[in-house]
Nanobody, 117 residues
């Protein structure tokens, strides 16, 4: 089992910044992918960004140039730096952990991000 604890959400005005953190603990595999998904009210959960333990990143087109994902493997922690936030970035942000071997995936409880216009 892997436990994920998110932090860093909150309320910010449009154009502002927030930094999300997610710390993983438990049965950690050295080769894994961590990342962030988000879900707005009434919408499906969608990919924001992911990063492998080797540092390869993916991100949604809607956040390119504004959000940066990074990780500290020694701390089993992933970060999401969100700049130039827009009201449409509002939603619950979920931390994601995936291990290819065995196909295990885990989710955090989510942290609310609200961007006011």
């Amino acid at each position: 089992q892997v436990q994920l604890v998110e932090s860093g959400g909150g309320l910010v005005q449009a154009g502002g910044s927030l930094r999300l953190s997610c710390a993983a603990s438990g049965s950690i595999f050295s080769a894994n992918t961590m990342g962030w998904y988000r879900q707005a009210t009434g919408k499906q959960r969608e990919l924001v960004a992911t990063i492998t333990s080797g540092g390869t990143t993916t991100s949604a087109g809607s956040v390119k140039g504004r959000f940066t994902i990074s990780r500290d493997n020694a701390k089993n922690t992933v970060y999401l730096q969100m700049n130039s936030l827009k009201p449409e970035d509002t939603g619950v942000y979920y931390c994601y952990y995936y291990v290819l071997i065995g196909g295990y995936q885990y989710w955090g409880r989510g942290t609310q991000v609200t961007v006011s216009s």
